[in-house]
Structure formats: C-alpha cells, structure tokens
T-cell receptor
Framework: GAVVSQHPSRVICKSGTSVKIECRSL??????MFWYRQFPKKSLMLMAT?????????EQGVEKDKFLINHASLTLSTLTVTSAHPEDSSFYIC????????????FGEGSRLTVL | AQSVTQLDSHVSVSEGTPVLLRCNYSSSYSPSLFWYVQHPNKGLQLLLKYTSAATLVKGINGFEAEFKKSETSFHLTKPSAHMSDAAEYFCVVSENYQLIWGAGTKLIIKP
C-alpha cells in the first residue's frame, strides 16, 4: 500500500515557540491531505483539508492563524503550530489520498507534541 | 446529515473467541465505509473498506465486515481474537471528502 511519512514522531517545545510537522507521501502524489488532532480517549478531530497549491480549508473552531497549513507540492504538506501553549499538546495525524471522492486514506504515523 | 455511531466504547473478549464491533451510520447517499485500527502509540491502519461492491468485505488480519443497507450497519467481525488485536477501532463514513469518524471502540483481549 501507499506510504505516508510524518516527521517528527515526537517533539517537545517550550511555550511560545513554533513547531513544524511534515507529512510526506512517499510513493504517490497526494492531491489532498488532511490534518487531524486526537485527544486522549477520543476520536480523531479533523482540523483542516489541504489541496496542493491552494489554501487549506479549516474546520469550524480551528484557528487558521494558529495552525498554519502549507501544501506546497503533491508529496508534502506541513502543519505549523504557532506560539504553542500547553493546551496544544496532542497527537497530530496527517492522511493523504490519491484522489477520487471516496478515495482510500493513507495515514502518517502521527506526531506527539508536548508543550512545556 | 451524516453520522457514525459505534455502539460500544469498550469491548472485552477472551483470546480465541469471536469479536463483534458494531457500527451504525446515517448517510444521504451511497457512502463508502471504512474500518481503521490504531494500536497504542501508533498510526492508523486501514483494515477494510466498502465501496459499493460486495457487501461482505474481507480485510487484513482475518477481519471482515458486512454492509447492511436496510439496517444502516457496517459491523466488524473476526472469528477468533488474538492478543495482537488489542487496539482501538474506528468506523468511518466517507462522502465526497467528508469524513465522519465514529468515537472508536477499544478492543480488550483477555488471555
């Protein structure tokens, strides 16, 4: 199956700093990538949908100035958590699809962010 | 409006016994349905998917699910549980990039 790689898998940062998480599709071109946040004991929350070359579409309640998403190429999307605070500590997961309205999603391994 | 309901937040079975994880959905159109599994501290992995072909779908690791339109269900089953099946399982409905996730069911396997 297709491979999606996420980096870093774990990151610890100080409050007020910014952190960038990368999501790469290694063996296919991803027309669309999704970013999720997973809270403890809860399901995934879709944060935003990004299409290559256009602005990301954010879900209601997600601050686009805080969670900057860039999808500069068909194989790379980045999520930058700006001015991170302890409440931003979470497990962030990306997924990618090759296309099609109901295309299969391929998930990254996830990135655990801890803000001190 | 689309929705997904996983009827059990936790399911506990003994090793070697059958597994049933229940999922009901509501959808305006003909949806695609997926089951994903997430092992502790790991990413999500697709178990199986239904995309309007055969209603009984076979997935990896011996899991299968049956799409029942009349019951709007897509329950996940496995004849015999293994310790390595302990994980969280998510039922997902997909329509035109709208992904609706169930809350997840944690599967516990007793030795």
């Amino acid at each position: 199956g297709a491979v999606v790689s996420q980096h870093p898998s774990r990151v610890i940062c100080k409050s007020g700093t910014s952190v960038k998480i990368e999501c790469r599709s290694l063996d296919f071109q991803a027309t669309t990538m999704f970013w999720y946040r997973q809270f403890p004991k809860k399901s995934l929350m879709l944060m935003a949908t990004s299409n290559e070359g256009s602005k990301a579409t954010y879900e209601q309640g997600v601050e686009k100035d805080k969670f900057l998403i860039n999808h500069a190429s068909l194989t790379l999307s980045t999520l930058t958590v700006t001015s991170a605070h302890p409440e931003d500590s979470s497990f962030y997961i990306c997924s990618a699809t090759r296309g099609g309205a109901n295309g299969e999603l391929f998930f990254g391994e996830g990135s655990r962010l801890t803000v001190l | 409006a689309q929705s997904v309901t996983q009827l059990d937040s936790h399911v506990s079975v003994s090793e070697g016994t059958p597994v049933l994880l229940r999922c009901n959905y509501s959808s305006s159109y003909s949806p695609s349905l997926f089951w994903y599994v997430q092992h502790p501290n790991k990413g999500l992995q697709l178990l199986l998917k239904y995309t309007s072909a055969a209603t009984l779908v076979k997935g990896i690791n011996g899991f299968e699910a049956e799409f029942k339109k009349s019951e709007t269900s897509f329950h996940l089953t496995k004849p015999s549980a293994h310790m390595s099946d302990a994980a969280e399982y998510f039922c997902v409905v997909s329509e035109n990039y709208q992904l609706i996730w169930g809350a997840g069911t944690k599967l516990i396997i007793k030795p």
